[in-house]
C-alpha cells in the first residue's frame, strides 16, 4: 500500500535559517507529491505540487524535487521567517479520486 | 481566497449518540471530501463525493458514516452512533475546475465523544 513517512518534530529554527523537512514515500506507480502547511486556527493548505519524477515544485520561498530514485521529496527553504511556523505535511496521491495518503507531520517553529 | 467553512468548530457528544457535521464547500467546485486526524496520528481519508454520490470511501467509512449534499451549499457528514474512537479531527475539503488536485480544505471540527 501507499504510505508517507517524515521527519518528527518539532524543528525549531531562527529567523533566516535553512530549512530542510525530510519526506520519503512508498507507493506503486507513478503519484503526484505535495506539501500542504497548517498554520494555527486553519485548514491545510496546498503548499506546492510536484507530478513526476524530477519535478520541482515551489511557492513562497519553498521548494521540493520529485526524486523517483530515493522515492523522496524533501522540503527546503533558504531563509525561514517568523511567519512560516506552522505545521507541514508530505502527502501523495496515487489513483484518480484524490484519496491522498498523508505524512505524520512536522511542527516547524521560527524564532526571532 | 475562496474558504470550505466547517461547523461546528468543536462538538462534544455522548457515546451512542448522532451527529452531524456540517461543511460549506467553495461554491463552484464539484468533488468534495472528507478526512480526519485522531490525535497524534495522521490525517486519513475518509470518503470523497461528486455528481451526489460516494466516489471512493476507505475502510474506515463504514455503515455508521454518510455523507450527504442536501443543497446546492452543504456537504454534511454524519456519524449514526457515535463511538469513543471516533474523537477526532474532521477535515472538509473540496476541489474542482482546472485544479482538481489542488483540494482546499476547511478548519476543521473537532468532535469529541464522551
Known amino acids: 500500500g501507499n504510505s508517507v513517512t517524515q521527519m518528527e518534530g518539532p524543528v525549531t529554527l531562527s529567523e533566516e535559517a535553512f530549512l530542510t523537512i525530510n519526506c520519503t514515500y512508498t507507493a506503486t506507480g507513478y503519484p503526484s507529491l505535495f506539501w500542504y502547511v497548517q498554520y494555527p486556527g486553519e485548514g491545510l493548505q496546498l503548499l506546492l505540487k510536484a507530478t513526476k519524477a524530477d519535478d520541482k515544485g515551489s511557492n513562497k520561498g519553498f521548494e521540493a524535487t520529485y526524486r523517483k530514485e530515493t522515492t523522496s521529496f524533501h522540503l527546503e527553504k533558504g531563509s525561514v521567517q517568523v511567519s512560516d511556523s506552522a505545521v507541514y505535511f508530505c502527502a501523495l496521491n496515487n489513483n484518480a479520486g484524490n484519496m491522498l495518503t498523508f505524512g505524520g507531520g512536522t511542527r516547524l517553529m521560527v524564532k526571532p | 481566497e475562496p474558504e470550505v467553512t466547517q461547523t461546528p468548530s468543536h462538538q462534544v457528544t455522548q457515546m451512542g449518540q448522532e451527529v452531524i457535521l456540517r461543511c460549506v464547500p467553495i461554491s463552484n467546485h464539484l468533488y468534495f471530501y472528507w478526512y480526519r486526524q485522531i490525535l497524534g496520528q495522521k490525517v486519513e481519508f475518509l470518503v470523497s463525493f461528486y455528481n451526489n454520490e460516494i466516489s471512493e470511501k476507505s475502510e474506515i467509512f463504514d455503515d455508521q458514516f454518510s455523507v450527504e449534499r442536501p443543497d446546492g451549499s452543504n456537504f454534511t457528514l454524519k456519524i449514526r452512533s457515535t463511538k469513543l474512537e471516533d474523537s477526532a479531527m474532521y477535515f472538509c475539503?473540496?476541489?474542482?475546475?482546472?485544479?482538481?488536485?489542488?483540494?482546499?480544505f476547511g478548519s476543521g471540527t473537532q468532535l469529541s465523544v464522551l
Open positions: 475539503a473540496s476541489s474542482g475546475g482546472d485544479a482538481y488536485e489542488k483540494l482546499f
